[in-house]
């Protein structure tokens, strides 16, 4: 991937050099080591809350946490921070950032509305949203509440450990796909995508079809981060051999399907938060193909 030459974001907000700090819990008091638990972690958390009723969205990250749940915010003051480190990843993360900033003001400007970008927040170890604590071990997040997207870093070494293919520079498209994924979350917030999918799982009371909402949210945000990559690679030429195949592959390893193959040896589609692998793979490469929002219905009926 060649993102040297992307436009740097302003909005990213680098809380590395806070401390770690946590600010409190997400309820039921689940132990969190210091680094990274990685992708088998956040799994296991979500089949946890799923078995024990809770729902999963207060537990793993990617818009699992859309409504923030019960918890309530309070404003805490965080230690000092020290100086924002302009490191590779720093810079990375500025760059995929500033280069979502650009499309999709452009998408929005084509239908006579403005795109008001998010904020992304790197952090390690645990920090503060306004959905809760944000924790290494729930992955990348976006909250609606602060229209904020949360990221600790050090998922980005999870990806390139744990994902067979995924090296170098492909890697790195990987890790631009998933703060894309985030960003398309704020995209469906803005939009009002989100708030109606909240009322919807509120008002059906039932969990499989909250639950399949959910994932097709999941899934519109994949396509739109398809989208993302569409418009990218016409304009700056990023992507280079592999990098495409590194995101699907990226995309296939994260599928519910599989996620719970590795964790319990069984798959329970009624569960999924986030779809199949092949559900997943499908999104991403429809809405990179079409470059539309309209593409990215995944909520019509023969979409799943």
Sequence with gaps: ????????????????GDGGYGGGGMGGGFPMGGGGLGIGTIVVLGLVGWAL??????????????????????????????????????????????????????????????????????????????????QSAMGPFYCPRDREVYLDATFFKDI?????GCSGEACKFSSAYVIAH?????????????PKVQQAQQASGDKVASNRLQVMVELQADCFAGVWAHHAEKRWQLLQPGDIEAALQTATAIGDDMLQKRAQGYVVPDSFT?????QRRRWFTTGFKEGTLKACNTFAAASL
């Design 53 to 134: 009723g809770i729902d999963p969205r207060l537990l793993i990250g990617g818009a699992e946490i859309l409504t923030g749940g019960n918890q309530q915010y309070e404003q805490t003051q965080r230690p000092p921070q020290s100086a924002p480190v302009n490191d590779e990843t720093a810079r990375f993360v500025r760059a995929v950032l500033g280069s979502t900033e650009v499309q999709w003001k452009e998408i929005f400007a084509k239908d006579g509305q403005t795109y008001r970008a998010p904020k992304l927040v790197m952090f390690s170890g645990g920090t503060r949203s306004a959905c809760g604590a944000a």
């Design 182 to 194: 985030e960003v398309g979350h704020h995209v469906q917030n803005l939009l009002g995508i989100l």
């Design 274 to 278: 986030h779809g199949s692998s092949e």
């Design 160 to 164: 390139e450990r744990r994902f067979r």
């Design 1 to 16: 991937m060649r993102w040297e030459d992307l436009p740097q974001s302003d909005n990213v907000e680098d809380r590395r």
